[in-house]
């Protein structure tokens, strides 16, 4: 079975790009744009893996790092911040909030899968 990725972004272009091209790499792909959305999502669709962008309205990427990382349900779940957001102080931010990499756009479609591919290795090995 394909492993299920969940990207959240609310710019609808990189959304869908980042959408189809994981999704021609074999993954199965849910999308939401917005955090709350996003929250909802990660319960009912259990998710390998989260892509969070941070800078969204209202309840931004940060946040919803935050409450999937207290929430016993969610808390296993690798999370992949991807954003254009690349000083170190949002760096340290996104780790402090609990993501597990944390990637800048735009990048290179390789090294996003690559990234992928190693943070999926690692979470099947603590299960």
């Given at each position: 079975?394909?492993?299920?990725?969940?990207?959240?972004?609310?710019?609808?272009?990189?959304?869908?790009?980042?959408?189809?091209?994981?999704?021609?790499?074999?993954?199965?792909?849910?999308?939401?744009?917005n955090g709350r959305q996003a929250l909802s999502l990660a319960?009912?669709?259990k998710p390998d893996l989260v892509i969070l962008d941070v800078?969204?309205?209202?309840?931004?990427?940060?946040?919803?790092?935050?409450?999937?990382?207290?929430?016993?349900?969610?808390?296993?779940?690798?999370?992949?911040?991807?954003?254009?957001?690349?000083?170190?102080?949002?760096?340290?931010?996104?780790?402090?909030?609990?993501?597990?990499?944390?990637?800048?756009?735009?990048?290179?479609?390789?090294?996003?899968?690559?990234?992928?591919?190693?943070?999926?290795?690692?979470?099947?090995?603590?299960?």
């Amino acid at each position: 079975m394909p492993e299920k990725l969940l990207i959240v972004d609310d710019d609808l272009e990189t959304l869908r790009l980042v959408s189809l091209m994981l999704q021609r790499q074999g993954y199965q792909i849910i999308t939401a744009s917005n955090g709350r959305q996003a929250l909802s999502l990660a319960l009912t669709e259990k998710p390998d893996l989260v892509i969070l962008d941070v800078m969204m309205p209202e309840l931004d990427g940060l946040e919803v790092a935050r409450r999937l990382r207290k929430s016993r349900d969610t808390a296993h779940i690798p999370i992949l911040m991807f954003t254009a957001k690349g000083q170190v102080e949002d760096l340290v931010a996104g780790y402090e909030a609990g993501a597990d990499d944390y990637l800048t756009k735009p990048i290179h479609p390789v090294e996003l899968s690559a990234r992928l591919k190693a943070i999926l290795g690692r979470s099947k090995s603590v299960k």
